[in-house]
């Protein structure tokens, strides 16, 4: 049973366009976050989710909005698209935030291309 | 701020060898330090976790050791193989308690048969 599951693993689009990423644990955990990993494979959080609510925001555009249903799924909607927004995005979840050292459980990535 | 250094981007060791990693921070004293892999086209996997209080953390041929007063951890792969060839990324909690841990730029490992 995969644990966090993303998808699509690849989307490319053209600028402008509107996209979603959706992303689902099995685990049971409290917490979920996204992250976008450059092209300098550096790993950066965008969002964190705490039983449902949202908990960091860094300094990430508006055009960028998650949303959390319920514990299990936190999905992203990017609006306008543009170039610079090509990169992996990760979604990841973990027991409770990062005050206890919870390891964290990553999804395989969606890989965006914006043409 | 805060900062996270892991001093190589790339480092090539001989099968059998042991690798040495590592991680330097600045201007923060963090309760604890994770280390993970990531393989190409996968999302990153968590290895072990040290806390502030310990000085040494072992996972079959890994050792990981966690300096507070140099800032520093180690990471050691010992009789490295080539599957042992990924990315590994040196995680910290920031200052602000409930947020997100700091990745570090990772190092990549590649060991050669």
Redesign the interface.
């Known amino acids: 049973d995969t644990a966090?599951s993303q998808t699509p693993k690849y989307l490319v689009t053209q600028m402008g366009n509107d996209k979603s990423i959706k992303c689902e644990q099995n685990l049971g955990h409290d917490t979920m976050?996204w992250y976008k990993q450059d092209s300098?494979?550096?790993?950066?959080?965008m969002f964190?989710y705490?039983n449902k609510e949202l908990?960091?925001n860094e300094t990430v555009p508006n055009r960028f909005s998650p949303k959390s249903p319920d514990k299990a799924h936190l999905n992203l909607h990017i609006n306008s698209l543009e170039l610079g927004d090509s990169a992996v995005y990760?979604c990841?979840s973990s027991q409770d935030?990062?005050?206890g050292?919870f390891?964290?459980?990553?999804?395989?990535?969606t890989r965006l291309t914006v043409t | 701020s805060q900062k996270i250094e892991q001093n190589s981007e790339a480092l090539n060791i001989q099968e059998g060898k042991t690798a040495t990693l590592t991680c330097n921070y600045t201007n923060y004293s963090p309760?604890?330090l994770?280390w993970y892999r990531q393989d190409p086209?996968?999302?990153?996997?968590?290895l072990l976790?040290i806390?502030e209080n310990e000085k040494e953390k072992r996972k079959e041929r890994l050792k990981v050791t966690f300096d507070t007063t140099l800032k520093q951890s180690l990471f050691h792969i010992t009789a490295s193989q080539p599957a042992d060839s990924a990315?590994y990324?040196c995680a910290l909690?920031?200052n602000q308690?409930?947020?997100?841990?700091?990745?570090g730029?990772?190092t990549t490992l590649s060991v050669s048969s």
């Not at chain 2, 308690?97 to 990745?103: D, K, M, R, S």
């Open positions: 966090v976050y300098k494979k550096f790993l950066k959080i964190s705490n908990i960091i990760f990841a935030l990062g005050a050292g390891e964290q459980y990553f999804g395989p990535g | 309760a604890y994770q086209g996968r999302g990153p996997v968590f976790l806390r990315t990324l909690p920031p308690a409930g947020t997100a841990l700091i990745f730029k990772g």
